[in-house]
C-alpha cells in the first residue's frame, strides 16, 4: 500500500491513519510532498511504517521509484489531499513521486481531501473532483468542523479510523473477497437497545454491536446495498459503504428495521433487543430518600424478529440470533432450538454469554441453526 501525504496542516493525521494501516497488518510505503515534510519529518513516517520514506523522484534512480510503488500497489491513499494535489493529479502532472507514482498505480486509488470550505467549493476544485471521479479515483467528501486559526467549516480531515475503514473496503472489493452480493439488499441490526427508566437511568444490555458492524461490513464488502441499524454504538466506526440509522429503544429498532427490511434480500438481527420496558418512565429522576425503592412494573415488548417473519416476502432469508445461558453447551443449544422454532426465521446464531464470553469481546463463537435441521 502506498501512502501520499499532501503538504497541509493535517498532515500530522497521515501518522495516526499510518498507525492504523500498519496495525491491520498492512505493509505501507510513504510518499510524502516536499510540502508534506515541513508539517512532518521522514523519521516519523520511518518508524511508524518500518520502512525507508521516499522522498524525490530522483533518489534511488536505479530502481525507478515511482513505476516500482504505482505498479507494486494494492492501495494508494493520499492523506491529505490538499487543492493543490488534486488539480495536479486531475490535469496529469508528475513533477514529484507522489503524481509519478499517481499516473503508474494500476489499483484503486483514495483521496481524503482536507483544505478551507472556499477551498473546497471553488469551481476549480471542483472540477478537478469530478475529473477524478470520473476516472475511477474515489474522493471522499471532507468533514465539517474547526478548521485551522479560528475557521469552521467544511474542509475537515475526514477521521483516521474512517478512512481506514474505507481503505480496507476498497482493498477487500479489490482482491480479498467475491462479490457475490451484487445487488443485494441486507438490513442488518446492532448494538443494545435501552429502555429509560427515567432521564437518568436505563434498561439495557451488554451488547457492544461488534458483531453487527462486523456483518455489515463484509455484507458491503462483498457488494451489497447495506442499512445497518445501530442501537448505542458510539465507540465503533461506522463501515464504510453503509448506510446507518441510529436508534434507541427496542420500539425505534422495530420501526427502522421494518421500515428498510420492506426490499431487502435479508435481513439480519444481531442487535440485543429489550424483552421488556418500564411500563412508565419518569419524567424526572428518581431519588435516593433512603427508603427502600418500589418496584419497577414492566410491559413485553413487540416482537421485531417474529414481526419480520410474519412479513417475510418470498425469497427474503431472516436471521436471528440468541444470547443464551445454560449450565452446558447441550443447555445453551436446547433453549437455541427452542428459539429457532418460537421465531420461525430461517437461521439462528446462538452465543453462549457469560464469564467473559460473546459480550463486549473481540471474537465470538456459538451455533448456526437452520429451519431444515442443520446445526453448525
Not at 278 to 299: H, N
Not at 355 to 374: I, P
Request: aromatic share 4%.
Amino acid at each position: 500500500m502506498v501512502l501520499g501525504v499532501g503538504g497541509g496542516i493535517a498532515a500530522y493525521k497521515a501518522c495516526e491513519v499510518l498507525r492504523r494501516l500498519t496495525e491491520a497488518g498492512h505493509r505501507v510505503w510513504v510518499v510524502p510532498t516536499e510540502a508534506a515534510l515541513r508539517f512532518v519529518g521522514a523519521a516519523t513516517f520511518e518508524a511508524l511504517s518500518e520502512h525507508p520514506v521516499h522522498t524525490g523522484i530522483f533518489t534511488d534512480v536505479p530502481e525507478v521509484p515511482h513505476v516500482r510503488l504505482g505498479q507494486g500497489a494494492d492501495l494508494v491513499l493520499v492523506v491529505p489531499a490538499t487543492a493543490d494535489l488534486l488539480a495536479r493529479a486531475a490535469h496529469g502532472r508528475c513533477d514529484d513521486l507522489l503524481t509519478a507514482t499517481l499516473l503508474t498505480a494500476r489499483c484503486p486509488v483514495l483521496f481524503a481531501p482536507a483544505m478551507h470550505t472556499e477551498m473546497w467549493l471553488h469551481p476549480a476544485t471542483g472540477h478537478n473532483v469530478s475529473l477524478l471521479r470520473s476516472r475511477g479515483a474515489v474522493v471522499v467528501e471532507p468533514a465539517s468542523g474547526r478548521l485551522t486559526g479560528a475557521d469552521s467549516g467544511t474542509g475537515r480531515l475526514p477521521e483516521p479510523a474512517e478512512i481506514v475503514e474505507l481503505a480496507t473496503l476498497l482493498l477487500a472489493r479489490a482482491d480479498a473477497l467475491p462479490e457475490d452480493l451484487t445487488g443485494r439488499r441486507v438490513v442488518v441490526s446492532a448494538g443494545g437497545t435501552r429502555e429509560p427508566l427515567d432521564p437518568v437511568r436505563f434498561l439495557g444490555n451488554h451488547s457492544s454491536g461488534r458483531q453487527g458492524y462486523a456483518l455489515a461490513r463484509v455484507a458491503a464488502q462483498r457488494g451489497a446495498h447495506v442499512t445497518l441499524v445501530a442501537a448505542h454504538t458510539a465507540d465503533l466506526t461506522d463501515p464504510a459503504g453503509v448506510r446507518v440509522v441510529r436508534v434507541g429503544t427496542a420500539h425505534e429498532l422495530g420501526e427502522a428495521v421494518l421500515t428498510a427490511a420492506g426490499d431487502a434480500d435479508a435481513v439480519v438481527m444481531a442487535a440485543a433487543v429489550a424483552d421488556f420496558r418500564p411500563t412508565r418512565a419518569r419524567s424526572s429522576k428518581i431519588k435516593k430518600t433512603g427508603e427502600e425503592p418500589g418496584p419497577v412494573a414492566l410491559v413485553t415488548n413487540p416482537d421485531v424478529l417474529v414481526e419480520l417473519v410474519s412479513r417475510r416476502r418470498p425469497g427474503q432469508v431472516v436471521v436471528g440470533f440468541a444470547a443464551e445461558t445454560g449450565d452446558s453447551h447441550t443447555g445453551v443449544l436446547e433453549h437455541g432450538r427452542a428459539k429457532l422454532a418460537r421465531k420461525g426465521c430461517d437461521l439462528l446464531v446462538v452465543n453462549a454469554v457469560g464469564d467473559g464470553r460473546a459480550f463486549g469481546t473481540s471474537s465470538n463463537g456459538g451455533w448456526l441453526l437452520g429451519a431444515d435441521g442443520s446445526e453448525t
